[in-house]
């Protein structure tokens, strides 16, 4: 498969490509006053273990990652990390993810999704940016998140009940091609306003955001749900469908903030908080092994090899999309504060396996089109 991908870009392309993991790390600063832990040497991440005196004589970790964003950095450094990579792609007429992960609180959701200045706003202001130079296209947002096992459809049809519809959408799609994602609504944009309309919109309806009166603006809280914005992008002169999902994995629970005697509590002396926390961990196990599967697998193997998601609704949307037909980006965010040692690496040794990743990639074309 590898030969048959490099003979075709060869040969000038194909509708058929193999992508590798496109791995990217951002490190949130410690507080103030406190030395990180977290730092970039000699090409290498190195985080050193600084919990208890003469903890850093067991020696630092190091990996290998070598898009690595340190400290101070925020949503443009995100954006020119992957974001001419992720457009490069799309516009080439082939399928994008990216995931992000990682601890609460390491600015995960604000990089990605949650400010002007994050990988999402740049993205869809470089198509409509093509788009008023004379590049035809149409663009559809498709939005929802999965809170604890249930899923929430964002644009759902009560969504806009008593409310003007913020953009009717204009652009024409063929009818050869579903529009969006199966089981969810999606909106026609005509700008990177309406856009920006659609997806404060649909923030009534998330758990991950809060209307703040006083200040006239929303204000994001520790991600509770995994949230799903997907781009759906039509070149009217191609004739191809490239469509880009972002994923924002709920934030991880710091490890060290967890007691010993959670893992001993009987099932129904559980409050409800607690019930959510061992949810989201059995969520990010499963997770983990998809990742880690999809990092093993042989690319020579034959099409029907599977990568098993079964257990959760998260799950059963996130390993169809990571597994094929499209490239893999990951955004994984860790804290360089010593009391988040264990997050930190054990975040950062998913992001390593997640490099391994090999997807095959196929254009989507409008019926008729060659």
């Known amino acids: 498969m590898e030969a048959m991908s490099a003979e075709l870009e060869a040969l000038g392309g194909g509708d058929a490509r193999l992508a590798d993991a ?14 990180p832990t977290v730092v970039r040497r000699n090409g290498k991440v190195v985080v050193t273990d600084c919990r208890a005196p003469g903890a850093e004589d067991r020696g630092p970790r190091r990996y290998s990652i070598p898009n690595f964003l340190e400290a101070g950095s925020d949503g ?54 093509r788009a008023s130079v004379g590049e035809s296209m149409t663009i559809a947002l498709s939005l929802w998140e999965v809170f604890r096992d249930q899923v929430v459809d964002l644009i759902g049809e009560d969504q806009w009940s008593g409310r003007q519809v913020p953009c009717a959408g204009t652009g024409s799609w063929p009818p050869s091609i579903p529009l969006g994602a199966a089981g969810f609504k999606s909106v026609l944009v005509n700008s990177f306003e309406e856009a920006l309309r659609v997806i404060l919109m649909t923030r009534i309806r998330s758990r991950n955001w809060r209307w703040e009166a006083r200040e006239s603006r929303w204000v994001g809280l520790l991600n509770r749900s995994h949230a799903f914005v997907r781009v759906s992008i039509f070149g009217e002169a191609s004739g191809r469908l490239s469509v880009l999902h972002l994923v924002d994995l709920a934030g991880s629970r710091s490890l060290s903030a967890q007691g010993p005697s959670a893992c001993y509590s009987y099932p129904d002396t559980l409050g409800e908080e607690e019930r959510e926390k061992r949810l989201l961990s059995k969520q990010f196990l499963a997770i983990n092994r998809i990742i880690s599967s999809l990092s093993q697998k042989d690319s020579n193997r034959s099409a029907d090899y599977m990568v098993s998601g079964r257990e959760f609704n998260i799950t059963r949307m996130l390993a169809p999309i990571l597994a094929g037909n499209s490239k893999v ?42």
């Open 329 to 370: 980006y990951l955004l994984a965010t860790v804290s360089s504060d010593p009391e988040h040692f264990l997050d930190t690496v054990n975040t950062l040794r998913i992001a390593t396996r997640a490099q391994s990743i090999k997807v095959g990639g196929q254009r989507t074309l409008q019926m008729g089109e060659t």
């Open 76 to 129: 443009r450094d995100v954006s020119r990390c992957l974001g001419q990579n992720v457009m490069a792609w799309l516009l080439e007429g082939f399928n994008a993810t990216i995931v992000a992960f990682g601890q609460s609180g390491t600015g995960k959701t604000r990089a990605l999704l949650g400010s002007p200045n994050s990988l999402l706003a740049w993205i869809l202001q470089s198509l409509f940016r």
């Open 22 to 35: 496109h791995v990217c790390c951002l490190c949130a600063p410690p507080p103030d006053g406190v030395t």
